[in-house]
């Protein structure tokens, strides 16, 4: 059985791979080259390169969806290197159970994928089923760097499972170890009782 912690672990680690191919999508993508202006006539406070209504999905060998990302917009300015993601909404589908759902109100993915910037309502969570329970992290900032496996935020934190709620400032995991700290004023309710 797979503990909080990992999964968790897993969540983000499913990210990491949106965010890297995200980030190649918005450096390679032909479909990109149709938005993309010449930079020598676009005002730096203008997007050189936009799109709207963005669904990316990345399939296993086969052929069913392994992660999904949409997005209202993703946009890149010039001189740059990070492209603003507004309301990204990621799937990291399983192999039995629920999909992790990761969301926030913006977010910016450089164009090489290392570094993901989640913000605003940052939330993880996966809803019960008959192969998992249910779970969910809650933050306003969200640091994460796919090639080292890290994620982090000195934001306070809020994990919330079937039976408990978990109040913390900071966290940080490193997803190959993995292992899952909470930094400090970590304050741990059991909720006996609340289960449905």
Known sequence: MISERNK???AILGFLAIAAI???YISH???LNILTLPSITT???LPDTYVNHANITSY???GSPKYRMTSAQITHYPGEKDA???KPLVFIFQEQGNPWQIQAQKG???SDGERV???ENVVISRQASAQNTYSQLESEQLFIWPKQEYAESDKAVKITTEDTIVNAIGFEADLYEQQYRLLTQVKVKHLIGKKE
């Open 117 to 119: 910037k989640l913000e």
């Open 108 to 110: 910016w993915v450089t």
């Open 84 to 86: 603003e993601v507004h």
């Open 43 to 45: 005002p730096e406070d």
């Open 8 to 10: 968790y672990i897993l």
């Open 60 to 62: 296993n060998l086969n």
């Open 29 to 31: 993508s032909p479909a």
């Open 22 to 24: 995200t980030g190649y």
